[in-house]
């Protein structure tokens, strides 16, 4: 492919060189490079890739893309600077790619919570309509059915560009992807076609990377005010951002809601463990999934699969047939008749929602010991709020590691401690290690009680000072309360 080809639609400030070079590949990470490759030159929150360009060329790269032109231009390399390189990669990207986005239903699902439900029970959703489907999402990236590893909520541009291709090629017609905000506000969706877009909702979270709650909504907001005239834009209007999100959009506006009027309408008629009975738009509908959370995850699905072209009927029958996703709401059932729970809940108000749809369905007559934790090197400020909701909503609960990272565990518990209310101080403890955390929550179990261990759901590891071992709360709970039941 030619250079000029690959800059096609990316904002150009000025050219040193020739843009009619032959291109092997493009990449921003400096040590990827090889003979005739573009280097594109991002300014991350660790590094700055405008420090490795002489690295790159090095290395073998023959066209840079940055935003300030180097100091010693090398002679027989062409230097593009643009205002923006993540966008600029965006768009290259989707060029060297051959714009794979625009020769496939492509749905982008945006928001705080929800947002990996949503999009892989569309992905099985429509795999059950007989489609071939793909998905790209925090727990895994799906070619139909070859499945790949991810590493990220949302991928960088070339990554995103990548799996389209190979979707296209498989012939897939949807693709179904989380939208996160760093994504967004990292321009790595920039230059896809989007055939809608789905806003969940919007509370405390990623406030280490985004400086206010204000940027962070207007972040989520900028991905509907980007969406083409063609698209559709489905919003829950039940939380106060809903509106907001689809005040500048071109796209079709839709919403859905439990309390409101909207596009799409659902009610709660029975609510319980072995799942829920909804009326969606005058239709009862039983599905296997649990909880309030759940119903506007599936109201949101049966929007997009009608908006998307399937029959009412059909969706409503696909509904009931859906299975809950890995890490949300898995709950097993002991021997010994204890239920134990595993959820992803990692922000105030996912593990609010978990706790408040547990209190609805259980009898009192039991106990609901929570074990929950908080990430390290993660918004520090939802911490106390965090083991304030659990120890108000528990009757016991057990603060413990999740994924420390680079922080000290118990300095992460020390500040979730500080929102204990004194009240509450008898029911909680601290255990630093997850496992013994667990341990001790089966322990303290009784017939008929409920576990819940909240924070890491699906993850299948624990980060500790950089390095991930091996741990699956499932797993863990699981293999506990089997030893305990002997």
Not at 37 to 42: C, L, N
Request: charged share 25%; hydrophobic share 40%; with cysteine.
């Amino acid at each position: 492919m030619v250079l000029k080809e690959i800059i096609y639609k990316v904002a150009i400030e000025a050219v040193k060189g020739s843009t009619d070079i032959a291109i092997n590949k493009l990449d921003f990470d400096s040590r990827k490079m090889e003979a005739n490759d573009v280097f594109v030159a991002i300014r991350g929150s660790i590094s700055d890739g405008h420090d490795y360009i002489e690295k790159a060329i090095n290395l073998g790269a023959i066209a840079v893309v940055c935003d300030t032109f180097p100091e010693n231009l090398i002679s027989g390399i062409t230097y593009i600077q643009v205002k923006d390189t993540n966008k600029a990669l965006a768009f290259m990207a989707a060029n060297y790619f051959g714009n794979p986005s625009s020769n496939l239903k492509l749905v982008g699902i945006t928001g705080t919570n929800g947002k990996t439900t949503i999009a892989s029970l569309l992905y099985q959703l429509f795999k059950k309509a007989g489609f071939k489907v793909g998905l790209l999402s925090t727990v895994k990236i799906l070619v139909d059915t070859i499945e790949y590893k991810a590493t990220h909520t949302t991928p960088d541009s070339i990554t995103i560009n990548h799996y389209l291709k190979e979707m296209t090629e498989a012939g897939v017609e949807y693709c179904f992807m989380e939208v996160s905000s760093h994504g967004i506000h990292q321009k790595r969706t920039e230059a896809l076609h989007f055939a809608g877009g789905i806003f969940t909702n919007l509370s405390h979270d990623h406030l280490d990377y985004h400086p206010t709650f204000a940027e962070y909504r207007d972040v989520k907001k900028s991905f509907f005010d980007n969406l083409p005239k063609t698209a559709f834009a489905l919003s829950n209007i039940d939380d106060k951002n809903g509106a907001v999100m689809l005040q500048n959009t071109a796209a079709k506006k839709l919403t859905y809601a439990l309390k409101s009027y909207a596009d799409y309408k659902a009610q709660i008629l029975e609510n319980q463990l072995s799942g829920l009975l909804l009326k969606i738009n005058g239709n009862e509908v039983w599905v296997k999934l649990i909880g309030t959370f759940n119903a506007y995850n599936l109201l949101a699905i049966y929007g997009t699969a009608i908006e998307l072209g399937l029959e009412n009927l059909e969706v409503l029958r696909l509904l009931s047939d859906l299975e809950s996703v890995s890490g949300r709401f898995q709950f097993i059932v002991s021997n010994s008749n204890i239920t134990a729970i595993v959820d992803y809940a990692h922000t105030p108000d996912a593990l609010e929602n978990v706790l408040k749809t547990i209190n609805d369905i259980r009898t009192k007559n039991e106990q609901l010991i929570t074990v929950v934790g908080c990430g390290g090197n993660r918004d520090k400020a939802k911490r106390p709020i965090m083991a304030n909701i659990a120890t108000e909503l528990s009757d016991k609960t057990i603060l413990t590691s999740d994924n420390p990272r680079n922080e000290i565990p118990e300095e992460i518990i020390n500040e979730m401690e500080q929102g204990v209310a004194p009240q509450n101080y008898k029911k909680s403890l601290s255990i630093t290690d997850r496992k013994q955390a667990i341990k001790t929550a089966c322990q303290l179990a009784q017939p008929n009680d409920i576990i819940l261990i909240a924070g890491k759901g699906h993850e299948t590891y624990q980060e500790i000072n950089g390095v991930r071992h091996h741990f699956d709360d499932m797993e863990t709970v699981t293999e506990l309360l089997e030893k305990l039941n002997k």
